[in-house]
């Protein structure tokens, strides 16, 4: 299960588990080895790139034929990604969130910002507004009773958390260069490729085209000769923002848009690592052409009080979204700790999500949501973190309380897949690699 625990005042979350469950499983693959692999390489000419696409029967996804019997394979996201057992600084133990700690207020969590925010905070009112008291310690506890967490008093107190270094795809790179190809005439072009049993997919479709995985298996994408796994009943498109008609062309209204947006920050511009977006730039996204009516629309956000008073300010008013509820991720190690102290000055151990409404017809909203809970005001979302950067926990779980089941569901700047969802980013599969699941193999 992806909750662990279901309280008042949140979730305790068990993201290792929401990716196994998943369905990482290639069914029946004697049949057909590998289901269906794309593989594109990249070549240079003429400082022009070239896709050359084929349809590949080779790979990890192979069963094996053992006297007359067929085998299934299936795949487990690695352990390791999840193993965060020492917080990332070391802290005053009344400072750690352990058994016994006082409350946490949303207060408390908007006052550890930087003293410039804090003093921004105290001019426009926002420390004083957040008065509703939540107990975190309570999924802790609850963890800690059931033996997803561990004893805290055996938690070390320093050191560093040894994980697998990252896998450098350049997905990212690959949209890039698609920029190149010649313009396709929506008329004559498809909006979506099934990945089936025997699929060649023209190189152009691959990058202005929405890939759907309709079967209850996985299947196997390769690209540049590293390959992916598509969980079942799931889709993507992988391509740049000024690549977004495909996903129009798609012609789907998602009731639930989440976005995770490449904030613009010092260190991302010090790094020179990742690319980010202006505010200008995300109020681009065409959120109303979407989204259906009532979607309800998730951002996450960074810390910084500038972004936070932007989506509700500009960003929202801007896409007729209504904000309702601000939300905390809060990370802790397998010891019930804070993976940062809550006064660190450089990074908080929190990440925020801010929660709306897409405003529309009031007839049909009103209609629309009489099966579903409001919206709580404030939530928390507890869960180890995986230590891959901006791997973010599942929402779709806690989310399921507050939509109708069976609904469309879009999320924006993703680097996973999830079953049930449409997934779009320059690095949509990121994190799809398949070096960071691991094979099991079994006779049927």
């Given at each position: ?188 072009h498809q909006a979506v490729n099934v990945l089936g049993d025997e699929t060649t997919i023209p190189e152009q479709d691959l990058l202005s085209c929405v890939t759907e995985n ?19 009943k799931s889709s993507f498109l992988l391509s740049d923002i000024s690549c977004l008609q495909p996903l129009l062309n798609y012609k789907k209204k998602y009731d639930v848009i ?55 300010d500009e960003l929202y008013p801007h896409w007729s979204v209504k904000t309702l509820a601000e939300w905390h991720w809060v990370k802790i190690t397998r010891y019930g700790e ?107």
């Amino acid at each position: 299960m992806a909750v662990v625990h279901r309280l008042t005042t949140g979730w305790l979350l068990d993201h290792l588990s929401f990716i196994n469950q998943c369905g990482y499983e290639m069914c029946d693959s004697f049949a057909y080895p590998g289901d269906v692999a794309i593989n594109t390489s990249v070549s240079s000419t003429n400082d022009h790139p070239t896709f050359v696409t084929t349809s590949s029967r080779d790979g990890p996804g192979d069963a094996l034929e053992t006297q007359g019997k067929r085998a299934r394979t299936r795949y487990v996201f690695r352990e390791e990604f999840f193993h965060i057992s020492k917080a990332h600084i070391a802290a005053a133990p009344e400072e750690q969130l352990l058994q016994g700690s006082p409350e946490l207020s949303l207060t408390e969590m908007k006052a550890s910002s930087s003293a410039e925010e804090r003093h921004e905070e105290t001019k426009s009112g926002v420390r004083d507004s957040g008065t509703k008291k939540v107990r975190s310690p309570q999924c802790i506890q609850e963890g800690l009773k059931s033996g997803f967490l561990h004893c805290a008093a055996a938690a070390p107190s320093s050191g560093k958390n040894v994980v697998p270094g990252r896998i450098d795809c350049g997905l990212a790179e690959l949209c890039e260069m698609a920029k190149q190809l010649p313009a396709v005439n929506d008329g004559d072009h498809q909006a979506v490729n099934v990945l089936g049993d025997e699929t060649t997919i023209p190189e152009q479709d691959l990058l202005s085209c929405v890939t759907e995985n309709n079967s209850n298996c996985a299947k196997i994408v390769v690209l540049m000769g590293q390959k992916y796994l598509v969980p079942p009943k799931s889709s993507f498109l992988l391509s740049d923002i000024s690549c977004l008609q495909p996903l129009l062309n798609y012609k789907k209204k998602y009731d639930v848009i989440v976005i995770d947006p490449p904030w613009e920050n010092k260190s991302v511009k010090r790094s020179n690592r990742y690319s980010y977006l202006s505010s200008w730039q995300i109020k681009q996204i065409p959120i109303s052409a979407l989204a259906a009516p009532d979607c309800l629309v998730v951002t996450w956000v960074t810390n910084k009080q500038k972004h936070l008073r932007f989506v509700k300010d500009e960003l929202y008013p801007h896409w007729s979204v209504k904000t309702l509820a601000e939300w905390h991720w809060v990370k802790i190690t397998r010891y019930g700790e804070f993976v940062l102290p809550l006064d660190s000055v450089h990074k908080k151990p929190y990440e925020v999500l801010i929660l709306g409404r897409v405003q529309g017809n009031i007839k049909e909203a009103l209609r629309k949501s009489e099966d579903v809970l409001p919206v709580p005001e404030h939530k928390l979302i507890v869960s180890i973190p995986c230590s891959l950067h901006s791997h973010k926990p599942p929402l779709a779980a806690v989310l399921a309380e507050f939509i109708k089941p069976d609904v469309e569901c879009l999320e924006l700047f993703a680097r996973n897949l999830q079953p049930g969802w449409t997934s779009w980013g320059n690095e949509v599969l990121k994190f799809q690699h398949i070096d960071y699941f691991t094979l099991l193999q079994n006779e049927t």
